[in-house]
């Protein structure tokens, strides 16, 4: 007697159960499924097929019925498994297997066939965490500790590589289990920096996944640093990278100042780039040191470079140099600016006449009235001041009427300007 039975697999993938169950009734000669047989009953006729059944879970067994595991129930009460299992045919989605029927059918009868399938020979798998797909950056010092999950079925064999050779045992150790390999250091060194291979091989089959570390520590100092020039409020340095940056690339220099009075340092530039600087803003009278820090991703360097000379803010002599000036001459003979005006006075009230002279040196003034010179008459007073000529007549009457005359004389000349002057008398009502 064969019982045969068609299961489909699905496609290969690792994210997959690793076997799979269909439940396959017994069958009839015809095709359809058989009554169970009671106990001493014939079994049923061989060389049936049974119709291809779809994939499915593992049915949960019928709380009611007795099972194999049940220590209450003879071993006699259950079947036997089925004999002479065989694979009849294998296309790109099923696959064909008969088998016969098992020799002890047990109390109840025959309930039916579980088919399990269990795929093997398939690709292993790799899954890196994320933080360790770039470089996987450590401090000497610090433990190195790569969790690298794989998937397999059977369990694959794993292997690890540094820079394409294998592992130095005294220093790296490796834990592999079922599911993931764990690289472990306990204090890395920058030796340790590199790419660690993973490879995980299954029958032929294989995956590799490669992480790059590189351990870092603090740069040295610059190499050496040196006092270009001072002037004014300023100093110019200059410094030689570090011969060591930590096995890592510089973020920079940190540049440091110190009075010699109070011996306290003060930054004046972080992550600075260059190699030379110019540090302003010094105060008179002090006298400076300057440092330079390296800087990577550990921090600043354990040490600076240090100036050995001191740079001496002195105050600078101001020398005078007067320019050649040629004193100009205002010497001018005299001028009217403003000339006199003739004017109409009334009897018994004071009248001033007045001009505008401009003369180097100061001109002497003469009045006269009609070409006579009223110098020290009382009736009269003569003013002069910053070039403003006035004649003062007192409380004059139709006699003082006339032609005035205002002379200008210096050593370089002399000038004259005049006008008439009318004292009318009242009119009579």
């Given at each position: 007697m064969t019982e045969q039975?068609?299961?489909?697999?699905?496609?290969?993938?690792?994210?997959?159960?690793?076997?799979e169950s269909a439940r396959v009734p017994p069958t009839g000669p015809s095709g359809d499924t058989a009554a169970p047989q009671a106990p001493g009953g014939k079994q049923a006729p061989g060389g049936e097929r049974a119709s291809e059944p779809q994939e499915s879970a593992p049915q949960p067994p019928d709380p009611a019925a007795p099972t194999a595991t049940d220590p209450a129930l003879p071993r006699e009460d259950f079947?036997?498994?089925?004999?002479?299992?065989?694979?009849e045919d294998v296309s790109e989605s099923s696959v064909t297997v008969s088998w016969e029927p098992p020799e002890r059918l047990g109390r109840l009868g025959l309930q039916g066939y579980v088919l399990e399938l269990r795929r093997e020979g398939e690709a292993p798998k790799i899954r890196v965490p994320r933080h360790l797909r770039q470089t996987y950056i450590r401090q000497v010092g610090e433990s190195i500790n790569l969790q690298i999950p794989f998937q397999g079925n059977p369990r694959p064999q794993a292997l690890w590589t540094h820079n394409g050779h294998a592992l130095d045992s005294q220093?790296?150790?490796?834990?592999?289990?079922?599911?993931?390999?764990?690289?472990?250091?306990?204090?890395?060194?920058?030796?340790?920096?590199?790419?660690?291979?993973?490879?995980?091989?299954?029958?032929?089959?294989?995956?590799?996944?490669?992480?790059?570390?590189?351990?870092?520590?603090?740069?040295?100092?610059?190499s050496s640093i040196r006092l270009l020039d001072v002037w004014s409020c300023n100093a110019a340095l200059e410094w030689t990278p570090p011969q060591d940056t930590g096995n890592t690339e510089l973020l920079g220099y940190t540049v440091q100042k110190a009075d010699k009075k109070t011996g306290r340092w003060f930054t004046v530039l972080?992550?600075?780039?260059?190699?030379?600087?110019?540090?302003?803003d010094l105060i008179v009278g002090n006298s400076y040191s300057f440092r330079v820090f390296s800087e990577n991703l550990c921090g600043l360097?354990?040490?600076?470079?240090?100036?050995?000379?001191?740079?001496?803010?002195v105050k600078t002599d101001v020398v005078a140099k007067p320019k050649s000036f040629?004193?100009?001459?205002?010497?001018?003979?005299?001028?009217?600016?403003?000339?006199?005006?003739?004017?109409?006075?009334?009897?018994?009230?004071?009248?001033?006449?007045?001009?505008?002279?401009?003369?180097?040196?100061?001109?002497?003034?003469?009045?006269?009235?009609?070409?006579?010179?009223?110098?020290?008459?009382?009736?009269?007073?003569?003013?002069?001041?910053?070039?403003?000529?006035?004649?003062e007549i007192r409380k004059p009457s139709p006699f003082?009427?006339?032609?005035?005359?205002?002379?200008?004389?210096?050593?370089?000349?002399?000038?004259?300007?005049?006008?008439?002057?009318?004292?009318?008398?009242?009119?009579t009502h």
């Open positions: 039975a068609t299961s489909e697999v699905p496609a290969c993938g690792l994210e997959e159960t690793t076997s079947p036997s498994a089925p004999l002479l299992l065989a694979v220093r790296v150790s490796v834990r592999t289990g079922d599911q993931d390999s764990i690289l472990f250091i306990r204090s890395a060194q920058r030796s340790d920096s590199g790419c660690y291979e993973l490879t995980v091989q299954l029958k032929g089959l294989e995956a590799k996944a490669a992480i790059n570390i590189l351990v870092i520590e603090k740069p040295g100092p610059p972080e992550r600075y780039h260059p190699t030379t600087c110019t540090v302003s360097s354990a040490s600076a470079a240090v100036t050995k000379e001191l740079a001496h803010i040629v004193e100009r001459d205002f010497s001018e003979a005299p001028s009217f600016t403003q000339p006199l005006a003739d004017h109409t006075s009334t009897p018994g009230y004071s009248t001033q006449l007045s001009c505008s002279v401009r003369a180097s040196p100061k001109p002497k003034i003469i009045w006269m009235k009609n070409k006579m010179d009223i110098q020290g008459d009382p009736k009269y007073r003569a003013l002069s001041e910053q070039g403003v000529c006035t004649l003082d009427s006339g032609v005035y005359t205002c002379k200008a004389i210096n050593v370089l000349g002399e000038a004259s300007v005049d006008c008439r002057l009318e004292v009318k008398a009242s009119a």
